[in-house]
């Protein structure tokens, strides 16, 4: 399985971008989606997931209302659009895949068996 993640970039806070995951090796439409962020010096924290047919989306407190997690199963892409970014956004992004069934567990990283390699997101100030 591989996952290859892009669309970081550097950007002023108030800004957007949307990240991709684009997804081989597997059965992309069985599985959760989700992606997760990890600043320097800090722990990788949960930030979107999308279940399976993208009919179910989960956001972490700190993005809600700024961020949309949508997937295209045609394509076997999952995208993270990020809007008024913040400086406090800044962190390497990773996109990861895992068989998840039922609330609540798709913010724990432990329940994703691949990830990606990660995109890193700048905002400035």
């Known amino acids: 399985v591989q996952l290859q993640a892009s669309g970081g970039g550097l950007v002023q806070a108030g800004g957007s971008l949307r990240l991709s995951c684009a997804a081989s090796?597997?059965?992309?439409?069985?599985?959760?989606m989700g992606w997760f962020r990890q600043a320097p010096g800090k722990e990788r924290e949960f930030v979107a997931a999308?279940?399976?047919?993208?009919?179910?989306?989960f956001l972490a407190r700190s993005v809600k209302g700024r961020f949309t997690i949508s997937r295209d199963n045609t394509k076997n892409t999952v995208y993270l659009q990020m809007n008024s970014l913040k400086p406090e956004d800044t962190a390497v992004y990773y996109c990861?895949?895992?068989?998840?069934?039922?609330?609540?567990?798709?913010?724990?990283?432990?329940?994703?068996?691949?990830w990606g390699q990660g995109t890193l997101v700048t905002v400035s100030s």
């Open positions: 999308v279940n399976w047919s993208g009919g179910m989306t």
């Open positions: 990861a895949t895992g068989l998840i069934v039922g609330r609540g567990l798709q913010s724990d990283g432990k329940n994703y068996d691949y």
């Open positions: 090796g597997r059965t992309f439409n069985s599985y959760t």
